[in-house]
């Protein structure tokens, strides 16, 4: 596990450094946020928080080629030339967005070019979410992971929404992403735990982690769209490439008695909160006859503003919950369910209290009141 580590010790301290010479150029540039109604800060912030993190990453991708016992997972360079094709795309339109707020159609397209880089260079959807069904038609699988990556690019992209929220969920729910592969791999395979998966968890914690110190609240700059789009896409690569090796973790499953489609399952419980923010705006939006794409003030993280949470308390409140279901996910592969299920469960109750006694307290208020 140590050469993970280094590398997502790289990707954090390149970010961190990176950060603050990109928050001067946000703001040389002009290129910072403007106060809008939905909006919760007060301040002018820089944008393109994101292009540190890009940087990062990106840097961190390539030490780890550097390092031998990695190289393994270099011996195709399609398919990283094409994650890092397909983050650089999203970097840029990112960047565009943020600069001059492109119109929400060609944000799609871009997303839709991202995706089809991840196909052509091989990372794909190959594996179905209902027992152990293989997706053989070659249309069907671009098609579905168009699907998958768009749907987490915008996932992550509506829950960027306070202070640190989205670097937070997403280092949550990377980090278990990344101890669920390393130790899946490291049961299957006594001498070598390299894994594409773990490698791309890595970098996106580290670049999570050395992003948070300049972006929890207080922010001092945010990733902005560039940054947003951009955890979606790496999360989304990280995923598919499971689906795409799930043949090696049959026998490991069997074994386990867990089913074979828990690799695709999930990350869906390690994007359960973001993914759950992203239906509901959609229903929500298209049930007033708006656009999927537009804003609006209805997300988790404004409905516990409005229920008298702070920033800060809101903000680590959803941390909570991303890390219930993120790390009670993976458990079920390592640990007995019983304890899991327990465990998750007493979780679960003790966040849905916390979520909900404000809105209680103002019930019996009212109630009381003459």
Known sequence: MIYFLIVLA????????????????????????????????????????????????VVALGAA??????????????????????????????????????????????????????????????????????LDDGLLQAVLTVFVVVATINAFNFIDGLDGLAAGVAAIGGAAF??????????????????????LMAVLVGACLGFLPHNFHPSSVIMGDTGAMLLGTVMAAGALVVTSSLELYEES?????????????????????????????VARRT????????????????????????????????YMWAAIVAFGGVSFNFIPWQWVVLSAGGGLTAAAVLTFTP??????RRKGAP
Do not use: C
């Open 10 to 57: 790289i990707s954090a301290v390149v970010t961190f450094v990176l950060t603050p010479p990109v928050r001067r150029l946000g703001m040389h540039l002009g290129i910072y946020t403007s106060i809008r109604a939905r909006d919760i800060h007060t301040q002018v912030k820089p944008r393109w928080g994101g292009l540190a993190m890009y940087g990062g990453m």
């Open 65 to 134: 080629s550097l390092i031998p016992y990695l190289s393994g997972l270099f011996e195709e360079p399609a398919r990283i030339a094409g994650i890092v094709g397909a983050m650089t795309l999203i970097l840029l339109t990112g960047l565009a967005d943020d600069a001059w707020d492109i119109h929400w159609v060609t944000k799609l397209a871009a997303q839709v070019g991202a995706a089809t880089i991840l196909v052509l260079s091989g990372t794909r959807l190959e594996v179905a979410p209902m027992g152990r069904f293989e």
């Open 178 to 199: 990344f101890l669920y592969s390393y130790m899946l791999t490291l049961q299957l395979h006594e001498f070598t735990v390299s894994n594409l998966t773990t490698l």
């Open 253 to 281: 499953f069997r074994f386990m008695n867990v089913p074979a489609y828990m690799p695709v399952l999930l990350p869906l419980a390690v994007m359960v909160l973001p993914m759950l923010d992203l239906v509901m705006a």
């Open 287 to 318: 049930a007033r006859g708006a656009s999927p794409f537009s804003p609006d003030r209805g997300h988790l993280h404004h409905k516990l503003l409005d229920a008298g949470y702070s920033h800060p308390q809101a903000v680590l409140l959803l």
């Open 359 to 364: 809105r209680f307290r103002r019930l019996i």
